[in-house]
T-cell receptor, first 116, second 114 residues
């Protein structure tokens, strides 16, 4: 069974600085998808970024980028130029590509605080 | 309009009560999911419905009973709950046939069992 581990329960960053959130996963599959979700106090889970395992190029979305290391099974999220609105809980998630309709598997999450 | 709507947002119930959580999605998706979010734990997948049929039940206690009457609606019926069942219950949906697709979430129901 696949598992997702986020080893940092809490992280903090100052506005305009850069922060990296860690995620590792365990799988025997070669093709899968990885996601980072953001959960602000409103509780609405929002997709931040997605990575396809067969693509070597790291995904980027504006200030958000990932460092995907397939051999190491590592998928970290880098937030550049942090803003107060980035404060939230961030979840790393895994989905197999071998079967339709499968659910995402999540880590425990990392709470990010941003100070001015 | 968030796409996935959950009601109620908050629920307090006694251990002998029966209540239901409702989830509705307006995205045309045909896979829906119930997750339980407790503090300091990963989101726990409870149930998966694909094409209105339950395809996964991760050993959830029978006091939780899901129902999916059509592809747009998902319910979670609750009865004889325990205090440890207090948590945030999240509903999500995605297009069944697109493995790369993200899951879209509702805002959750904060359940407190007293």
């Amino acid at each position: 069974a696949q598992t997702v581990t986020q080893s940092q329960p809490e992280m903090s960053v100052q506005e305009a600085e850069t922060v990296t959130l860690s995620c590792t996963y365990d799988t025997s599959e070669s093709d899968y998808y990885l996601f980072w979700y953001k959960q602000p106090p409103s509780r609405q889970m929002i997709l931040v970024i997605r990575q396809e395992a067969y693509k070597q190029q790291n995904a980027t979305e504006n200030r958000f980028s990932v460092n995907f290391q397939k051999a190491a099974k590592s998928f970290s999220l880098k937030i550049s130029d942090s803003q107060l609105g980035d404060a939230a809980m961030y979840f790393c998630a895994y989905r197999t590509s071998n079967q339709a309709g499968t659910a995402l598997i999540f880590g425990k999450g990392t709470t990010l605080s941003v100070s001015s | 309009e968030t796409g996935v709507t959950q009601t109620p947002r908050h629920l307090v119930m006694g251990m002998t009560n029966k209540k239901s959580l409702k989830c509705e999605q307006h995205l045309g998706h045909n896979a829906m999911y119930w997750y339980k979010q407790s503090a300091k734990k990963p989101l726990e997948l409870m149930f998966v419905y694909s094409l209105e049929e339950r395809v996964e039940n991760n050993s959830v206690p029978s006091r939780f009973s899901p129902e999916c009457p059509n592809s747009s609606h998902l319910f979670l019926h609750l009865h004889t709950l325990q205090p440890e069942d207090s948590a945030l219950y999240l509903c999500a949906s995605s297009p069944w046939e697109v493995v790369a697709a993200e899951a879209f979430f509702g805002q959750g129901t904060r359940l407190t069992v007293v």
